[in-house]
């Protein structure tokens, strides 16, 4: 593992517990967008995986974004979702079973216009990957 994954996988278990001692009251906003846990499932090893995603609401459905920080490679939550789209976000203290989907074009050019006009941080992502970072909704079930 890279010093930069484990650092960051350090950050991301550390936010996740400050997040949830809180209920979210702490860790809940970055840059004044709003943070939620997301739960998938690995898949290779099949045990729970936590990630705090930023998120924007569309409806009744949440939308994040698998930046990765503007790696070349997705996320690990992405992948994990891809492989079983079942999942559960925490939002304060309220939890919530979702299904995921891959933002189709259309969604994806309005959705992605509005995460970078509340987080610049993503046009920079954008600019350092030749990958298509994936918007992705997650809706209740």
């Keep these: 593992m890279t010093r930069r994954r484990a650092f960051m996988k350090t950050m991301s278990a550390l936010h996740t517990a400050v997040y949830r001692a809180g209920g979210g009251r702490i860790g809940g906003t970055i840059a004044g967008v709003p943070v939620l846990l997301l739960s998938t499932t690995g898949r290779k090893s099949g045990k729970r995986r936590v990630t705090p995603l930023l998120f924007l609401r569309d409806g009744g459905d949440i939308i994040v974004v698998g ?68 918007v992705v909704i997650l809706s209740p079930t």
Excluded: C, H, M
């Design 67 to 134: 930046s990765n920080g503007g790696s070349d490679s997705a996320p690990a939550w992405w992948l994990n979702l891809r492989s079983n789209p079942a999942a559960e976000i925490e939002i304060g203290r309220q939890r919530t079973a979702v299904t995921a989907r891959k933002a189709s074009a259309e969604e994806r050019d309005r959705l992605w216009a509005e995460f970078t006009s509340r987080y610049a941080g993503y046009a920079k992502y954008e600019a350092r990957t030749e990958r298509e970072i994936p």
